[in-house]
């Protein structure tokens, strides 16, 4: 049997080339370090965690990321396996020893009599052959031209400008309102496209001195060249002049605020529908390098948002990914050219966790093809189908930034109460639903 050929030893990589093993399928996985580096990873083994030791929450009722735990360990992940293995005391995550847990991965993937792990840089893309790209946020210089050059040069971004996305039931309407500015569109749903919130000149100074103070992070070395051209942090954009926000994404202008028509709003924040369910919003040109626990408190600030749910935080990254609901297929599979699969973070997913979801479905799916059978996602009622789904075409393709797992991908269940409040009861039962619906995809196949 032809292997499949997998290029990049990371998270996704090394879950990919385990999946497609243990279906019996050959494997020559290549991985460029410790010859080649990055400026991220220090070592040369398998499944390398390049900064946090953290797979989030393990909390499998509460969490979308819990749930993708689950999905994975009931599909024999090994990155789940190992991580268990070396797991270290840390409340409700599953945080673990990094080196061991490294260690562990490289050993079993060593250890599997069907996997070849050959240390070379892949620089250019093969025509024929079962392939899966999962070189990752900091793919080579030379695959990335190659990429470019099969895809175009704007499918694949170097650095993701994150805006914050909101849970659109966590939005307070009694505050925000729906418009496009200028009353834009052909039809009523694009006359009111976006969702916004209105700010008194008051509200406006606050927001301003608390986006100065806030703590930051800064750019790793190495991290930033030719970044800053087209998309400014907002605090930078605050740092140039206290009013240079009001005339970029906070602008007033071509809006009526429906609650109050008289009253000119002095600056407004507008979010923009983020996928096709219209679940979730993203703070338009809000992308920023504040930290965490800053971002919640300076964007509940804005009126609107004061009771607002993220699912996910602005950045600013080095992150090599593909625009990938205009490229991939719903099999991962790049349309243009179907023998080159793409997995992890290079397919605009973002995290450890996402990332070695994405290779354990296409290992799975390459195995499947190579023993001449279909594999399709699970539905996406399941973390994992919901974060695919997402991927390959429920996002917004313009504005395709990478997404973390949330419950905001997840199609909603009726009747079950919206908001922060509701979270308690529906949380659980999106989690249940999910697992009997990932349970069903594995027992057909
Ligand atoms: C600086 C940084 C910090 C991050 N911190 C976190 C964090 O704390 N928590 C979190 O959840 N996520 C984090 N991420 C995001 C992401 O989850 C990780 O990068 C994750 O490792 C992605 O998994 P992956 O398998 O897609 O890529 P990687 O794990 O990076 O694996 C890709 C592999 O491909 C290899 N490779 C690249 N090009 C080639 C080539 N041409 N030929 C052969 N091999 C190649 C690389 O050497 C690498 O081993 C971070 C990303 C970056 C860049």
Redesign the pocket.
């Known amino acids: 049997m032809q292997p499949v050929h997998i ?7 090394s879950e990919a080339a385990w999946q497609v093993a243990q279906a019996g399928v050959p494997v020559v996985l ?4 410790p010859h080649t580096g ?1 400026f ?2 220090k070592t040369g083994d398998c ?6 030791n ?1 797979f ?1 929450s393990d909390d499998d009722v509460m969490n979308a990321v819990g749930q993708l735990h689950w999905e994975m360990r009931a599909a024999g992940g090994l990155i789940m396996a190992m991580a268990d293995r070396h797991r270290l005391p840390a409340g409700g995550a599953l945080a673990v020893d990094r080196e061991a847990f490294s260690a562990a991965v490289t050993e079993a993937l060593r250890a599997e009599p069907l996997i070849e792990i050959r240390t ?4 250019e893309l093969p025509d024929d052959g079962n392939w899966i790209v ?7 210089d ?2 990335a031209d190659a990429i470019r050059r099969l895809t175009g040069t704007e499918a694949l971004a170097f650095f993701d400008a994150i805006a914050p996305i909101v849970h659109a039931d966590t939005i307070d309407m009694s505050v925000a309102w729906e418009q496009s500015r200028y009353d834009k569109g052909e039809t009523e749903a694009e006359r009111r496209a976006y969702i916004n919130c209105p700010m008194t000149k008051a509200e406006y100074e606050a927001f301003i001195d608390a986006l100065l103070a806030a703590d930051k992070t800064e750019f ?1 070395e190495g ?1 930033t060249a030719g970044y800053f051209d087209g998309c400014l942090p907002i605090e930078v954009m605050a740092e140039r002049g206290r009013e240079t926000l009001r005339h970029g994404p906070m602008k007033p202008v071509g809006l009526t605020n429906t609650h109050n028509p008289t009253e000119k709003p002095y600056a407004v924040v507008q979010l923009r529908r983020d996928n096709a369910l219209g679940t979730l919003y993203n703070i338009v040109g809000f992308q920023t390098k504040m930290k965490y626990g800053a971002q919640t408190q300076v964007f509940r600030m804005i009126p609107g948002l004061q009771n607002a749910g993220f699912a996910r935080l602005g950045g600013i ?3 090599s990914f593909l625009n990938s609901p205009t490229l991939l297929d719903d099999r991962m599979r790049l349309r243009r050219q179907p023998n080159l699969r793409f997995a ?3 397919t605009g997913v ?7 979801a994405m ?1 354990l479905l296409a290992g799975r799916m390459a195995a499947a093809e190579a023993a001449g059978r279909d594999l399709t996602a699970p539905p996406f009622t399941t973390a994992m189908g919901a974060l695919v789904n997402h991927i390959t075409g429920g996002a917004e393709a313009k504005t395709f930034q990478p997404m973390n797992v949330n419950f905001g991908l997840f199609p909603p269940l009726d009747q079950m109460r919206g908001g922060r409040k509701g979270r308690k009861d529906r949380y659980p039962a999106y989690t249940q639903r999910a697992k009997d619906d990932f349970s069903a995809w594995l027992s057909a196949q």
């Open positions: 290029i990049g030893a990371g998270l996704a990589g290549h991985e460029m370090r990055t991220a990873h499944a390398e965690m390049v900064c946090s953290s989030r070379d840089e892949v620089a999962a070189t990752g946020p900091l793919t080579s030379k695959l790793r991290e990254h080095r992150n992890g973070q290079v973002e995290g450890y966790v996402e990332s070695a290779g």
